[in-house]
């Protein structure tokens, strides 16, 4: 196995999401640094295949005051997450997607990892997602806001 993929699989930030989807959270530097940039790395992972329906985006919340779940509108200052990497796992070989032959033919476990970059200030912070998704019958959009961070 390939030790520079950027998907991230053991941290406690974890969420489970409709239609077998699963959302790991972790940042760059950990703990994150006042002053200095911080990248916000998301892998989204799918048993059955890729998931290119969703959009994800963050932003510093309120620890105090979340954006609720279903509010998908009223804050302005999310960041889009760009794509980094993409995996699937082809019989017992993880490939990065690029380099598979599509259509698959069975179920492809897939994960995609997304960064974006924020500058986060020193002190009890919340790191919030918003996940947009267009198969809704699949996966709903929302938003996470219960990932609470110490900056140092």
Aim: without cysteine; proline residues 7%.
């Amino acid at each position: 196995m390939n030790t520079e993929r950027k998907a991230v699989r053991d941290s406690e930030n974890f969420w489970q999401l409709d239609g077998e989807s699963e959302l790991y959270a972790a940042t760059i530097p950990h703990p994150p640094k006042s002053g200095s940039a911080t990248t916000v790395r998301l892998t989204h992972s799918n048993v059955y295949g890729p998931f290119d329906e969703a959009e994800l985006f963050v932003r510093i919340g309120d620890p105090s005051n979340p954006t609720d779940q279903e509010d998908l509108d009223s804050a302005d200052d999310w960041v889009p997450a760009k794509l980094v990497e993409e995996l699937v796992t082809v019989g017992d070989e993880e490939i990065l997607r690029s380099e598979a032959k599509e259509p698959f033919e069975e179920e492809t476990p897939w994960e995609g990892t997304y960064e974006a970059q924020l500058m986060l200030p020193r002190g009890k912070q919340s790191i919030e997602i918003k996940i947009v998704s267009q198969q809704l019958e699949l996966l709903r959009s929302m938003v996470l806001s219960d990932w609470e961070i110490s900056v140092k």
